[in-house]
Nanobody, 124 residues
């Protein structure tokens, strides 16, 4: 069983940067695809970025392409999301997700394991 714990969220101003981390416990995490999703109240959880087992190719939502970077350190069982040039619309609860094998989908319902989320608020 894989357990995921996110950290790194916070309150920032537009244009600032943040790096989210997702620490995974459990064996063989290296064999899991991973992703970041985000959700605001009243809206469905949306895909942000995904990374396969071998770290390439990564995939991004159009809204974050060029600003966010997903990466993984399998030695540390950790997934990262580097977020640059943050905008008001990036405000959300960010979730880490993982599934064994290939990236299952850009739809959140297909991902097997989830963290509890970390809040990112962009405000002036």
């Amino acid at each position: 069983q894989v357990q995921l714990v996110e950290s790194g969220g916070g309150l920032v101003q537009p244009g600032d940067s943040l790096r989210l981390s997702c620490a995974a416990s459990g064996q063989d995490f290296w064999s899991y695809a991973a992703a970041w999703f985000r959700q605001v109240p009243g809206r469905e959880r949306e895909f942000v970025a995904a990374i396969p087992v071998n770290s390439s190719p990564t995939r991004y939502a159009d809204s974050v392409k060029g600003r966010f970077t997903i990466s993984r350190d399998n030695a540390k069982n950790t997934i990262y999301l580097q977020m640059n040039n943050l905008k008001f619309e990036d405000t959300a609860l960010y979730y880490c997700a993982a599934s064994p094998g290939e990236i299952p989908s850009w739809t959140y319902t297909y991902w097997r394991h989830w963290g509890q989320g970390t809040q990112v608020t962009v405000s002036s």
